[in-house]
């Protein structure tokens, strides 16, 4: 940007928010000033209406989506929004038309239009030519690009909604980079929402805490962690200190006198690959060379960047995507009479031996309640109906999803989403359970829980395959990590099952 | 992802073209397409069509379009339109000769030149429908269509990021089938459970769907303001002489069938 703007100066007075089709507020009476240039981290849980509020600071709550109290002035200039999900953002396909489109509805001259778009994209360090298909681009580089958009139109106000959210660690970082950057040399004012508070809080100055519909902390950032640390940890909200492996709840299982590693012998392998080539459609290999081995109680990570072939892994060793080449080969204990190859399992022979839960919870819902979205696979083994209500009952006390039995799924918030999908997998109890990112976007509280009952089911002799980014979800869980490098059909990694040990058995 | 494969294909089919001819703007195009189908749908008669499609055909290597990607874009104009003929052959209004009867079917003489006659017709006018078309860059034509033929820049650039979304939801559909059978419903009930399935769809679609109409509000799309154009979208000498060519066929092929006495007005 070539002409600096000065930061906007938000007041919000008595400020609320309900959503059209709910029955309680989002937000309600939020008194906030925040200052020009002022850059302020904003946490809560899922589901506390702090994404409600960077909606209402974006100026994208409109009359017609529910009835607004109080007063919100932004006073000075544009305001700029980046989301969440790098694919729903991208508006053209090319990126330099992807950029002038926020300029064009400005109604820029074109003159103007073209040396704005060049400076932004040099700002956020997206080296690539105008016309470069933004479908190409890694999640990454689609969010900088998203953030150039905004960059281009010389917001006073910028706001990131869980930018790094969807991310792998290395686009994580990109991302994190250029708006270090971008913020280090305009004096914009600053909001940004996001669960992983280690890779903002160096950068931000302020703590706004949103619980309840209002706000519960308000902190410089230098201290908010140390002064409000058992109201965090009560709240949900990660924090330096949870976030670490240090912590009490989220770090590794304690090695004890009674836990000591059992014998490989004792963990019976359920499924193994040899040389496997995997590939979403038939005849378009994604990448080859693969060796791994699930065994019964422990966890098996997959890890490495996006489009590395992770999720591709993961479907064709759980039975649902046949292989390419090479073989997924189940144990006798596993397949008790079914194939030994997973893929020509009959749908319902899934059930009691290999779950998944998807990345997206939404595409594994059928019914129109929780209740009968458990019922689903029960109803399908044929179980008698006296036995399927004890285990529905008993999954939705252990998942507190009690008080949404007749909630619609869809109607869920994130977080309830993902342990219901979870829970749909447990109905049937698998032998092997497959996870998709099973932590994307999860906050602090969910992310434990989900951990622990994880634990639980490898205690009971569950065998977990996560496919994960997540470098405390492999810290906490992982026996095994089978990495995949961007790099197609390197046998080298590909093949390589490390024991980490990082977890103890007991 | 799939996104990738369409756009490298997409590239791969416009380097093939040549750079006359990639150049010319989508709009001229599709008026050249319009100018043909406007003039041959005056008349039913074997005359004019033959002409156009034999005049198409002619222009056709100027276009610098690869034999297997011609075949690949038009074979089902090829399969539908002696299909179409065939019908009117057998069901067509009868005069002249019966050469053949049965059940409602009757061939004769009259039917079978309609049938030819139809025939040539769905040629000639989709032919050229298509093969304009190969290699058309959609935000090119939308930003014809909202500055040349001014439609509403809204709807437009709706349409335009709209489009992306198909990608994406080629992609659910996979995974909703696979979860299909995660779930343990996979063997049976097909039919309902594509029901369900398109249902499910619909539901992720309209989520995506918010999600980038949110984005683009985010950067002031739709606000009052008349916006501006980054890239400008205008007709020249080029895009007229196509435009004309499209006409000159049409009209070429109308003379034809007049000067041939075919000429077989449709409201008559």
């Not at chain 1, 937000?27 to 906030?32: A, G, K, V």
């Not at chain 1, 890694?138 to 706001?159: C, D, F, H, Y």
């Not at chain 2, 594509?194 to 949110?214: H, W």
Request: charged share 20%; aromatic share 4%.
């Amino acid at each position: 940007m070539t002409a600096t703007v000065r930061g906007a100066r938000v007041v919000l007075r008595g400020f609320g928010w309900r959503h059209a089709t709910r029955r309680a507020p989002a937000l309600s009476s939020i008194d906030l000033v925040i200052e020009p240039g002022e850059r302020v981290l904003l946490l809560g849980a899922s589901g506390s209406g702090k994404s409600t509020l960077l909606q209402a600071l974006a100026g994208l709550l409109g009359d017609d989506e529910g009835d607004a109290g109080g007063s919100l002035e932004v006073e000075g200039g544009t305001r700029g929004l980046v989301l969440q999900d790098p694919e729903s953002q991208v508006i053209l396909s090319r990126v330099g038309d992807d950029v002038a489109f926020g300029l064009e509805n400005l109604a820029v001259p074109r003159q103007e239009i073209w040396p704005r778009v060049r400076a932004a994209l040099d700002e956020v360090g997206l080296d690539v030519p105008l016309d470069r298909p933004t479908s190409a681009l890694s999640g990454g580089q689609q969010q900088r690009l998203a953030l150039a958009g905004v960059l281009a139109m010389r917001p006073a106000l910028l706001l990131l909604d869980e930018p790094t959210a969807n991310l792998d660690p290395e686009g994580v970082q990109e991302v994190r980079r250029a708006v270090g950057e971008v913020v280090a040399q305009h004096p914009v004012t600053l909001v940004v929402v996001e669960h992983r508070v280690e890779l903002w809080h160096d950068l931000v100055d302020r703590v706004i805490v949103i619980a309840g519909g209002g706000v519960a902390i308000d902190a410089p950032a230098a201290t908010v962690f140390t002064d409000h640390a058992d109201q965090l940890c009560e709240l949900g909200i990660w924090t330096p200190a949870s976030s670490g492996l240090n912590g009490s709840q989220g770090a590794a299982r304690p090695m004890g006198p009674g836990n000591a590693p059992r014998a490989l012998g004792d963990h019976p392998p359920l499924l193994a690959a040899d040389d496997l080539t995997v590939s979403r459609t038939p005849g378009a290999a994604v990448r080859g060379g693969i060796h791994a081995e699930v065994r019964a109680g422990r966890c098996l990570a997959i890890t490495g960047p996006n489009g590395s072939g992770k999720s591709t892994t993961g479907l064709t060793l759980a039975g649902l995507l046949p292989p390419e080449d090479g073989l997924v080969q189940a144990s006798e204990g596993l397949r008790q009479g079914a194939s030994a190859q997973p893929h020509r399992w009959r749908s319902r022979e899934l059930l009691t031996r290999v779950g998944v839960v998807f990345q997206d919870p939404e595409h594994q819902f059928l019914s129109t309640t929780v209740r009968a979205e458990l019922e689903v696979g029960l109803k399908a083994l044929r179980m008698p109906k006296s036995e399927a209500d004890a285990r529905v009952t008993e999954l939705l006390k252990r998942l507190r999803l009690e008080h949404l039995a007749e909630a619609n799924p869809f109607s869920l918030s994130g977080g309830e989403k993902r342990r219901l999908s979870v829970a749909t997998m447990l109905a049937t109890r698998p032998q092997v359970l497959v996870l998709d990112e099973p932590t994307f976007g999860q906050d602090a509280a969910t992310w434990r829980e989900l951990v622990s009952l994880l634990r639980e089911l490898l205690d009971a002799g569950t065998a977990v395959v996560a496919i994960t980014h997540d470098e405390r979800f492999v810290a906490a869980l992982a026996d095994d990590v089978l990495h995949l490098d961007r790099n197609e059909g390197s046998l080298a990694t590909a093949g390589a099952a490390i024991d980490d040990g990082s977890r103890a058995r007991p | 992802m799939t996104a990738p494969h369409v756009i490298a294909r997409h590239d791969a089919e416009s380097s093939a073209q040549s750079s006359w001819w990639t150049s010319v703007n989508p709009i001229a195009r599709l008026g050249a397409a319009f100018a043909i189908a406007l003039c041959l749908v005056l008349t039913i008669d074997w005359v004019s069509a033959a002409t156009a499609l034999a005049l198409e055909l002619a222009l056709l290597p100027f276009l610098g379009i690869r034999p297997a990607q011609f075949w690949r874009r038009t074979w089902p104009v090829w399969l539908a339109a002696p299909l179409t003929g065939l019908t009117i052959v057998l069901y067509g209004e009868t005069s002249g000769r019966v050469w053949f009867e049965f059940l409602f079917a009757r061939v004769s003489d009259g039917s079978i030149s309609l049938g030819v006659a139809t025939m040539l017709r769905v040629l000639a006018i989709a032919l050229p429908s298509v093969v304009l078309f190969i290699g058309v860059d959609t935000t090119r034509l939308a930003d014809g269509l909202a500055q040349i033929v001014r439609l509403p820049a809204r709807f437009v650039l709706g349409a335009l990021a709209g489009l992306r979304l198909v990608g994406l939801l080629v992609e659910d559909w996979r995974s909703l089938e696979l979860a299909r059978r995660a779930r343990g419903v996979g063997d049976t009930g097909r039919l309902r459970r594509l029901a369900g399935q398109a249902f499910s769809l619909l539901v992720i679609a309209i989520r995506r769907g918010s999600r980038l109409a949110t984005a683009m509000e985010a950067r002031a799309f739709g606000s009052s303001k008349e916006r501006s154009w980054a890239r400008p979208s205008t007709l020249g000498s080029r895009d007229v002489t196509v435009m004309l060519l499209g006409f000159l066929v049409g009209i070429l092929s109308i003379a034809s069938s007049l000067l041939a006495g075919t000429w077989n007005f449709i409201a008559s």
